[in-house]
């Protein structure tokens, strides 16, 4: 059963009011084909937020111990979620994301990997920089500029594409790409704050 769309229009209702929430650069999301759309991390919200503001649906990985929790097992695969294992390198994860990206899908990442406890940037994680290789999809950066604090003005600003076609071909390690994707980050953070 898919409850996405039920979910956006939930957690629409409840987010965009509470937290002012105010999107820029909407317009700059590609319409169709494969997107990996990564943003920072500053609270466990971050999640549903990109998700609402997303115009197409976002499949995002969440950290399998979610998947064992009574109602969200139910609820997180009928939301576009899938579990990954943190702290290793889970092989199934990573062939699902490749697959949901080839087949012209939009999959969220937060490449810090866990959230940001100061709000400032941390360094991303290489998996980042390894999908944006395999995953034949443009990177769309994307930043969440808080606080997180009820009617004040939440920002969820997006980017412009970054096409990986020049990395790919210089065979650009995955380490090197997700530096150049968290740079895009930390602009988007700096020119919209």
Known sequence: MNLYPLGKFLCSVVFYPLYGIKVIGKENFPKEGGVLLCSNHIENFDPPVVGITCPRPVHFMAKEELFKMPVLKSVLPNVHAFPVKRGMSDREAFRKTIKILKSGQVVGLFPEGTRSKTGELREGLAGAGFFALKGEAVVMPCAIIGPYKPF???????????????????????????????????????LNK
Do not use: F, H, N, Q
């Not at 004040?152 to 594409?161: E, Q």
């Not at 020049?166 to 065979?171: N, Q, S, V």
């Open 152 to 190: 004040r003005k939440l920002k969820v600003v997006y980017g412009k594409p970054m096409d990986m076609t020049i990395y790919r071909e210089k065979r650009a390690s995955s380490e090197e790409v997700t530096a150049v994707i968290m740079d895009e980050i930390r602009k988007l953070i700096e």
